[in-house]
């Protein structure tokens, strides 16, 4: 049975979310509106997929079957996308790419992704390592507790550099917002779960096949990162959701229709057929 005293479950994607557009998180959040689709989302996934499924292979699946989990993802995530809405001229982009040439050129940037990662890990004698638990660190969940707020993680990748160093890691496929704060909550989790701190983390880069350069996380306290998440809390728990509106809004957004601040129209379930 739930404890109504205690907050709800929180996570980084929802402090990020609020903090870039509260608008944008109560429609997406709170009302449930329908999103419009982005190959970039399927994309996302699709190399997170074959990417775990060749570390927990313990890099022995070979290129062709790798790239095989990567297409069924694909094809599962854009199947999904078009039974939801068939419709290409209002799937985003994120630029003045055509839908049809987008999903294109995603699924064969996909595929050398996967590809430019497997020689990458081949040559940077990185290792990924294995929590006390006994649990490869891959996609690694976590539960913990951050200054009262209930906090949920999934960790890319905790990986043992040929110095022997622990770094926290996430896996980047496009060029969105790259927070420290996001590796600092891995790095948190770490600490709550195994006593442990990396200290250190990056975002691997799939575009560039290559990591970021490692960012110091020993700033980002408990105490610290635990006053921003009980901030999102309250703000959720309080209705506090302003908007934040751009030019952008219309190409990155996928709840942009439902908008008023942008000029959208507000969301009415019969609407929607």
């Known amino acids: 049975m739930t404890n109504p005293s205690r907050p709800s479950r929180r996570s980084f994607s929802q402090l990020k979310s609020l903090a870039s557009c509260g608008e944008a998180y109560r429609l997406e959040r709170i009302v449930k509106v329908p999103r419009r689709p982005a190959a970039w989302f399927t994309h996302g996934i699709a190399v997170h997929a074959a990417i775990e499924a060749y570390e927990r292979s313990g890099r022995k699946l070979p290129e062709g079957e790798v790239i095989d989990v990567f297409e069924k993802a694909w094809a599962d995530g854009i199947?999904?996308?078009?039974?939801?809405?068939?419709?290409?001229?209002?799937?985003?982009?994120?630029?003045?790419?055509?839908?049809?040439?987008?999903?294109?050129?995603?699924?064969?940037?996909?595929?050398?992704?996967?590809?430019?990662?497997?020689?990458?890990?081949?040559?940077?004698?990185?290792?990924i390592w294995t929590a006390p638990d006994g649990r490869l660190a891959v996609e690694l969940e976590i539960e913990f507790d951050l200054s009262g707020i209930p906090v949920i993680v999934y960790i890319d990748q905790v990986v043992i550099t040929p110095n022997g160093m622990l770094l926290v890691r996430d896996l980047k496929t496009g060029s969105s917002y790259n927070s420290?704060?996001?590796?600092?909550?891995?790095?948190?989790?770490?600490?709550?779960?195994?006593?442990?701190?990396a200290g250190w983390g990056d975002f691997w880069l799939?575009?560039?096949?290559?990591?970021?350069?490692?960012?110091?996380?020993?700033?980002?306290?408990?105490?610290?990162?635990?006053?921003?998440?009980?901030?999102?809390?309250?703000?959720?728990?309080?209705?506090?959701?302003?908007?934040?509106?751009s030019d952008k809004c219309a190409s990155l957004c996928g709840v942009s229709q439902w908008c008023t601040a942008v000029g959208g129209t507000e969301y009415v379930k019969e609407n929607v057929s």
């Open 79 to 127: 199947g999904k996308d078009f039974e939801r809405n068939p419709d290409l001229s209002v799937w985003m982009t994120g630029g003045r790419r055509k839908p049809e040439t987008d999903l294109e050129t995603r699924y064969g940037e996909g595929r050398e992704q996967v590809k430019a990662y497997m020689t990458y890990v081949g040559e940077s004698e990185e290792a």
């Open 180 to 197: 420290p704060i996001q590796l600092a909550t891995y790095d948190l989790a770490l600490e709550a779960e195994y006593g442990i701190r």
């Open 206 to 245: 799939a575009k560039k096949a290559k990591p970021a350069p490692p960012i110091d996380l020993h700033p980002y306290t408990h105490e610290r990162v635990g006053a921003w998440f009980a901030t999102l809390d309250r703000a959720a728990r309080e209705g506090i959701f302003l908007p934040n509106p």
